[in-house]
């Protein structure tokens, strides 16, 4: 029977290992037993409260209790839209007059700051929402009207014009990712994740769902540990961490910082990175480190539900870069070049097209953007079939697996994190005492650079920055400039600019 | 300790290096500026930092505190 909805993951190993940890931290501990009986409380206080096929928010701390929170939305027969508690006020608000939600639930970490948000709709304390007596009955009839396209999440990642873009994902495509990613992963029951991805990103879907799915187990590793590395692999050794996926810096700092000589982490055998480059040295001390562990690299875009390629590293890999690979089961993936035309030969660049059960239904109460992005499939126009075009530019090597090489426009990867320029110039100008900004990105050196003109402080522009862009966003460095240079046609002359300035 | 304030402020410029400290204003060193931190000060001082050191917050919350760690590091 193909499955209809996540939440029959969660039956079926509730059932099975009802006393099983599922979701871990420090300060939490919930077997599948327990995650199941909390998701049907708030389930049922949702629906007592006349939230169906809606945005519910999920504005709490990182941890057990909050992915709990995610599933009880999905009894409900809502969608769930991960916040961060660390998120600037600036941003919650976009993301509120975007999804104009009925429900946030909330817990001790975020009381304050929603208190503080102009929010008329319903405040739902999380430990209040357990206390509900569970109704299956109501809860049954929900899931019998469900169907596989129906909304999971929306999650936010930048936008150019200032504003985040919210990408809304079906459970159909959550569950072929999973099972398609799982595969190539390699997870069975015996799995124990360390999870560093925040909630708030796609990321986290490679450790939430395939839990799940085996009924697994997830560790969440505190963030400051990925600043103290020894402290990080004693944490994975402890837990007996046999699986990660990270982002490719979390690694490189583990290794740079020369950890693995002094500890070794005992239990990987599977350690997936991706959404960066790796570089090749830090990538060889880990192999030395973990020779029993299989090395993945991951590439996929927000929009096609997590990722879509993945490579495995061979045991002789040499090479200065490490493909992208190839698509999952299910995925096609493919480049077009500037007329629209499939490139097939290799070392010539195309962008990358996606198309398959994994695209996401777009962006979330905003048609015009989605239009652009998802379009028809100009190989044909025989029949209505949409693909995601990526903005990313690849090609293919001798031996036919892609290769990442850059993007077409200003977006940016740093930490992992998904980072259009555009606005952070967009928060910038909405600065008063600013006359024009411009942001660059050193690739290099993985700096953001703002440089302005006007009569604001760097101080106080860095301080009214943080009070608009999450920490990940706000400029590493920042310039003030008596003018920014301007192109013949009066527009900000961005090239001139990075040169003088990379080169200063 | 002027050039250990000059790194701290290279990396975070807007960051007062004599007041901060972890402890009580919060984390603030991400990941990757740790690997820059710990880089820059080797260089500068000719120092190397032994990794057991890396897995304790307690000789990073400031300035004062990683300024003895480098004094511990060039007698040692």
Redesign the interface.
Known sequence: MPRINVLEYLDESAARLPEKPAFCDDSLRLAFGELDRRSRAIGTALALGGFCGEPVVVFMGKGPAAVSAFFGALRAGCFYVPLDEEMPRHRIELIFALLQPRAVIYDQSTRAALAGLDFQGEALCYDALLETPIDDIALRKIRSRAIDTDPIYVVFTSGSTGKPKGVAACHRSVIDYVENLSQVLRINEDTIFGNQAPLYVDACLKELYPTLMFGATTWFVPK?Y???????I?FLNEKRVNTVCWVA??F??VA????L???RPEHLRTIAFGSEVFPVKQLKAWRKACPEARFLNLYGPTEATGMSCFYALPNDFEGDKVPIGGPFKNTDVFLLDEQNQRVEQPNTPGEICIRGTCLTLGYYADPARTAQSFTQNPLHGRYDEKIYRTGDLAQYNETGELLFLSRKDYQIKR?GYRIELGEIESAAHSVEGLHAACCLFDDAK?KIILCYAGDIL??DL??ALKAKLPQYMLP???HQLEALPLTPNGKIDRNGLKCSMLNA | MDDLLAILNDLYPDVDFTAYDARVDGPLIQSMEMVELITAIEEKFDVEFPPSLMGDPDHFHSAAAIWELIRRLEDE
Not at chain 1, 226 to 232: A, D, E, G, I, R
Not at chain 1, 256 to 259: K, N, S, T, W
């Open positions: 400051q990925f600043s103290f590395p020894l402290k990080l004693e810096s979390a490189t700092m740079a910082l020369r950890i000589d002094e500890l930490a993985k760097r101080a860095n301080e590493n460095v920042i």
